[in-house]
């Protein structure tokens, strides 16, 4: 069994350097650029899927559209969530991640950014910025409704989602791609990889590079690759690694 798990193509707060969360920005035009890269790789390896998965956020379901345009997929079913959403960032959405580090400390905000369970400052419910605002959250009980998410927080939704809807298609024979975030899909390699808590903070994920696990019937990880240049990988990842020291 197999999964291709793919990060949004970079957004326009990326390159803006902006804290993004559950800000719903399109992508830049390299955004857009490496999708179409992702999906010509995937192509060109020989993959094909009959079964995807995204969040609410266009950064997302926009790359996983491209993709599946390039691979001549759109048949297939999509099943969006919120539950794939990336990490809610609270009241630092909107804020320049290198400004915010020279404001608070650069320990701080790398806190905010890879702790376990240091939650961002939350968001005032009066905030226009409170995701209850919007129609696409209306499903959302005022306790599902995030303030602001620790990496901990996140894993509590996305991994019962991993389990209760992706697993079970995946032992059924499906080939599933997942378009998701940074940190929703570090939230699932946590899992996948088993990283402790402590070493979970050096975890980094490019943008737009599909990561490919291989698993046994037992769903025990056999394999773990990304598609594509490994050099170029490495350095995309340090270079999400650095943001706020720009
Ligand atoms: O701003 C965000 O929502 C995320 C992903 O872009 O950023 P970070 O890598 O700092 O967690």
Known sequence: ???????????KWNLANKFTGWTDVDLSKQGYQEAKEAGELLKKEGFSFDLAYTSYLKRATKTLNIILDIMDLHWIPVNKSWKLN???YGAL????????????????VHI???SFDTPPPALDQADQRYPGNEAKYAELSEKQLPR?????????RVMPYWENEIVPQMKKGKKIIVAAHGNSLRALVKHLDGISDSDIPSLNIP???????????AMEVKAKYYLGDQEEIKKEMAKVKNQAKK
């Open 1 to 11: 069994m197999k999964i291709v798990l793919v990060r949004h193509g970079e957004s």
């Open 207 to 217: 943008t737009g590079k599909p990561l490919v696990y291989e698993f046994d019937q």
């Open 86 to 88: 990336e990490r809610h």
């Open 112 to 114: 905010w950014r890879r």
């Open 93 to 108: 959405q909107g804020l320049n991640k290198a400004e915010t580090a020279k404001k608070e400390g650069a320990e701080q």
């Open 148 to 156: 602001a998410e620790s990496l901990k927080m996140t894993i509590e």
